[in-house]
C-alpha cells in the first residue's frame, strides 16, 4: 500500500479486507463543491445605462425616483399658479428700486456726500446744482426720446409694438426687483412666521437651526431629501454638521419649533437609523396645522370579527396620521396620567385586542370601583371592582395564583419537544393547545396605587408583611418573568410618583405610556429615568389634547424598531363601543368552548402555595417590606434620589455634577449646595469627559448620597 495514499485517507477503512484486495489508486484531495449557478448573461446596453443612471452622482436626485417626479412636477404646478403673483410682486419691487436709484442719481447723491464728509458742501454747491440740473434735462430728454420711439414703432407696427415694449420693460424690471439678501429695499425688516417658506427656501431652515443654537454661525445644514407633501404637512431630511447630533436637535425640539414658528406639536423630529442613517441624520416633518385639534378616531378593532393577541394592538395614531400598534406578548405596559386625561381608555385599548382573541385568559381588578371595566365581567377569567382591602386581598390571592401558574409552565416547558418549544417562551401554537394549558393571560389593574398603598398586614410563612408592600412584589416578580410565560401586566394609575411604583417594579414594565402629568418628574417616572432631558416630557402636553400621550414601546412599531418614544393620540373608544366588543368576545368564547372562571359564573377560589411563592420571589425583599414604611426625606435630597432613580442603586454611575442636578431640579445653586451640605452631602471636585475634553467639575459622589439617604431613612425609621 502507497503510504502517500495512506496519509491521504486509505488508513481508516470502513471494513477490514485482506492485502490482495487493495488497489492502488490516486490520491484522494479534500475540496469544496462551488455552484455557481447559471451562467450570468451579459447586461444589454439600457440595462448598463439604466445602472448608470441609478448610480450616477450626475443625475439630478429627481430624475431617478418616481415619488420625487411626482413631488416635482406638483411644486412645479404650484410655482406656475403662483407666478403671475410673483411677477406682479417682483415688477412693482422693481419700480420701487429703479425710483429710488433714479432719485439717488439725479440728486447727485454720492458727490453731495462726499462733499459733506470732506466740509466742502458750500464750496461744491454751484457745481453739484449745476450737475442736478443736467440730470434733470438728460431725464427729460430720454423721456421725450423714448416716447416718440413708441409712437413711431406703434405707427409703423401697431399695438403690438406697446405690448412687446411693455413685457420687456416688465422683465427688466422683475429683474431688478428680485429677491436678493442684503439688497436694501428687498427683503423685508419683519420676516413673518417661517412655517411654509423654509419648504421653498432651505436658506430660512438654516436660520432657524442657528437661531435655535442647534448649529454654529458659520455652520450649515446638508438637504439630503428636499422638502416633500406627506400627509398634512412636510417633510424634510437634513445631515447636521460634523460632530453635531440628531439627538441633540430631538432634545432642543421645542427650540426648534419657536424659530420655525409653529407650536412643538405641529414638530416631529426624527434620528436617520439603518443603512440610511447615521448619527447626524434628521427627519424632520412640520403640520400645517395642530394634528390633535380634529376629533379622535373610533378604534378599528370595532370593524373585525376577531384578532389574535400575538399581533400588535391598534393603540392609536402619531401626528403624521400613522396608524401605531403596540405589541403586548413578552412585555407589560404602564399607563399613567392625571384625572380625565385618558389613562382607562388607553388601558381598555390594550384590552380590546386580547378580548377579541378567544384563546386568551384576562384578569380584570378595577380599584376605580366604576363602570368602566364592568362590561368585561362577561368576558374575564377573574373580575372585581371595589377598593376595599378585602379587593386588595383578592388581588393578593390573584398573584400568588399567577405566580405558581408562571412556575408551572416554566416546569412543564422542560418536558416540551423542541420543535413545540424550541427554547424558554410560549409560542403561539402552545398558547392555543389546550392540552398545554398555557395561553396568554393578561391581568389589568386600573389605579394600581390602591394596592400598592394597602397598609392591611397580611402573614407569609410566619412574617407578617403589608399587604401593599406583597403586592409589589409579586408584581414586580410577574413582571420580570411572566412575559416568557405568556403572563403580562398591565397597570395603570393616575399618582405616578416614586413612593407609589416602586422603583424595582418600574425597571422591569416595558412598555410606557405617559399622558399629561404635573411635572416632569411624574413623567420621569412612567417614562424612564431621564427622559425629559431627551426631549420627551408627557407634563408639557397640553390639557385640550385629551388622550395624547408619549409612548415608549418595548417592540416594533410601525413608525419603526429604534424610535425611542413618540407622540401618540389614542383611538377612541366609548362604553358603548367597549361594551360591543366584550360581547363580540364572549360570543367568540362560547363558540370556541374557552369561556371560563368568572365570566362563566365559575366561583372557584385560586389555588394558593404561599410557600412556593415566597421561595421563589426570595426572603430578602419581604424582610424588607416587614419592616415598614420607608420614613420620607428632606429636600431637596428627595428630588435628588427621584431624579438618579435606579441609577443610584445600580452602581453604573460614580459621580454626578452639580450643573446638571441644578438644570434638571431647576434650583437656585447656591442654596441648592448649602442644603445639600446640611444634609450631609459635601460636594468634591472630579474630572469628567465633556465635549470639549477633559475638565474638572464641582458635583457629588453617589456614595455619598447614597450613604445620606440611609442615613436619613435609619432615622426615620429609629423615631417610629
Known sequence: ?????????????????????????????????????????????????????????????????????????????????????????????????????????VRVSDYREAAEQSEKLADKFTDIRALTLFRWKVTGGVLVVGAVAVAVLDLLYGSRSLWITGALVSVGLAVLGRRKDGSPGRK??????????????????VDAFRDAKLIGKDESLRLVERALRV???????????????????????????????????QLIVERVRGNGGHAGRVSMWVADSDPYASPPVRTPLLGVQRWDAWRPVPFGRDARDRRIDLPLVWTSLLVGAIPRQGKTFAARLAAAGLILDPHTRLYVADF?????????AQVAHRFMSGDESEHVLTLVDWLVELVSEVQGRYRRMQDLDDLVCPESKITPDMSRDPVLDMPITAIFIDEVQVPLENRSPVEV?????????????????????????????????????SKTIPSNLRAVLGSRFALRVMDWRDSNIVLGEQMNTRGYDSSRLLASHKGVGILRPDGETDVGADVLAMTVRT??????????????????????????GHAAGEDSRPVLDHAAV?????????????????????????????????????GDRDFVPTAELVSALEVESTAFGRQMGDLGCKPTRERVTTEDGVRQVRGYLMADIGAAVATHRGAGTDDE
Open 571 to 596: 383611538f377612541y373608544m366609548p362604553n358603548e363601543d367597549w361594551r360591543t366588543i366584550c360581547q363580540q368576545g364572549r360570543a367568540l368564547r362560547e363558540a370556541e368552548r374557552t369561556l371560563t
Open 231 to 265: 400627509g398634512d404637512g412636510r417633510a424634510i431630511t437634513v445631515d447636521l454638521p460634523a460632530t453635531r447630533k440628531a439627538a441633540d436637535v430631538i432634545k432642543n425640539r421645542e427650540a426648534l419649533a419657536s424659530a420655525l414658528a409653529v407650536d412643538e406639536v
Open 461 to 497: 410563612e410566619g412574617k407578617k408583611l403589608t399587604a401593599g408592600g406583597y403586592v409589589g412584589e409579586l408584581l414586580t416578580w410577574l413582571a420580570r418573568k411572566g412575559p416568557a410565560a405568556g403572563i403580562l401586566l398591565v397597570l395603570a394609575t393616575q399618582r405616578p410618583d
Open 1 to 105: 500500500m502507497n503510504p502517500e495514499a495512506s496519509n491521504q485517507g486509505h488508513d481508516a477503512l470502513p471494513v477490514r479486507a485482506d492485502r490482495q484486495d487493495l488497489v492502488e489508486g490516486s490520491p484522494v484531495l479534500d475540496g469544496e463543491l462551488v455552484d455557481y449557478g447559471p451562467n450570468k448573461r451579459r447586461a444589454t446596453r439600457a440595462e448598463r445605462f439604466t445602472s448608470w443612471w441609478q448610480r450616477s452622482p450626475r443625475v439630478p436626485a429627481v430624475l431617478k425616483s418616481r415619488r420625487l417626479a411626482v413631488q416635482a412636477a406638483k411644486d412645479l404646478v404650484v410655482r406656475l399658479l403662483r407666478s403671475p403673483f410673483r411677477i406682479a410682486g417682483a415688477v412693482v419691487r422693481g419700480v420701487a428700486v429703479a425710483a429710488r436709484w433714479w432719485r439717488s442719481w
Open 368 to 376: 376605580k370601583s366604576g363602570k368602566d371595566w364592568y362590561a368585561a
Open 188 to 205: 423685508p425688516v419683519l420676516a413673518g412666521p417661517r412655517t411654509l417658506t423654509w419648504t421653498m427656501d432651505p436658506q430660512v431652515l
Open 614 to 650: 415566597a421561595k421563589a420571589i426570595g426572603g430578602g425583599s419581604a424582610a424588607e417590606v416587614e419592616s415598614g414604611p420607608e420614613a420620607e426625606l428632606p429636600e431637596p435630597l428627595a428630588s435628588v434620589v427621584d431624579y438618579l432613580g435606579d441609577e443610584l442603586a445600580s
